[in-house]
């Protein structure tokens, strides 16, 4: 069974990339491997960050590894809040406070589409290579559903009547952005 570390500490996040990737991988997290430091995030793109944190691992600690970033892009706010949606109502980060402002600004908006975009950058063995896993919707008038994390309880996927809170995890990585990407990484590392 082949180690791999996903560079990342949210346990959801793991969860999520654990259950498509099956018994195939041995997946560890940035704990797993004793990186306790937060990683660096300064790029303008979700590919720049998600390599930007995947090289910090990769050199740092001599594994190999996987980096995602995700971020939301909503129509009717040019693609916002897009690479910053982790910290779009600002620090410290909150989930809550993000949701509350995403609502705040489409309210009375009728153009509700938008979609979540996740890129995934793999460092193994000194090479490099990007994946990419979009999943297109529309933003809720409020929260609905208790599972998921993030923007996944205003965000209903296309062909669907659920929001993303309320999908299983099964279900959820079926059409996800973060289950797009997964699948793609997966084909590629098999």
Same mark, same amino acid.
């Given at each position: 069974?082949?180690?791999?570390?996903?560079? @990342?500490?949210?346990? !959801?996040?793991?969860?999520? +990339? !654990?259950?498509?990737?099956? *018994?195939?991988? /041995? +997946?560890?997290?940035? #704990?797993?491997?004793?990186?306790?430091?937060?990683?660096?995030?300064?790029?303008? @793109?979700?590919?720049?960050?998600?390599?930007?944190?995947?090289?910090?691992?990769?050199?740092?600690?001599?594994?190999?590894?996987?980096?995602?970033? /995700?971020?939301?892009?909503?129509?009717?706010?040019?693609?916002?809040?897009?690479?910053? *949606?982790?910290?779009? #109502?600002?620090?410290?980060? *909150?989930?809550?406070?993000?949701?509350?402002? &995403?609502?705040?600004?489409?309210?009375?908006?009728?153009?509700?589409? #938008?979609?979540?975009? /996740? +890129?995934?950058? &793999?460092?193994?063995?000194?090479?490099?290579? %990007?994946?990419?896993?979009?999943?297109?919707?529309?933003?809720? /008038?409020?929260?609905?559903?208790?599972?998921?994390?993030?923007?996944?309880?205003?965000?209903?996927?296309?062909?669907?009547?659920? *929001?993303?809170?309320?999908? %299983?995890?099964?279900?959820?990585?079926?059409? %996800?952005?973060?289950?797009?990407? +997964?699948?793609? &990484?997966?084909?590629?590392? !098999?």
């Amino acid at each position: 069974m082949k180690k791999i570390c996903f560079a @990342t500490n949210n346990p !959801k996040k793991i969860e999520e +990339v !654990k259950a498509a990737l099956g *018994s195939d991988f /041995t +997946v560890v997290s940035l #704990a797993e491997i004793g990186c306790h430091e937060e990683l660096p995030e300064t790029g303008d @793109t979700l590919e720049h960050n998600a390599f930007q944190k995947a090289r910090y691992v990769f050199e740092h600690y001599g594994v190999d590894c996987f980096a995602d970033d /995700t971020g939301l892009e909503v129509d009717a706010l040019e693609g916002a809040p897009g690479v910053y *949606s982790g910290r779009f #109502a600002g620090e410290p980060r *909150s989930d809550e406070r993000n949701l509350e402002l &995403l609502l705040e600004k489409l309210k009375g908006i009728k153009n509700r589409t #938008a979609r979540f975009k /996740t +890129v995934i950058a &793999l460092i193994q063995g000194g090479n490099e290579n %990007s994946f990419t896993g979009i999943a297109e919707g529309e933003i809720l /008038t409020e929260k609905t559903g208790h599972g998921g994390f993030g923007y996944d309880p205003v965000f209903r996927p296309n062909g669907y009547r659920k *929001s993303f809170a309320e999908l %299983s995890l099964q279900e959820k990585n079926q059409i %996800s952005h973060r289950g797009k990407a +997964v699948r793609e &990484l997966v084909r590629f590392l !098999k």
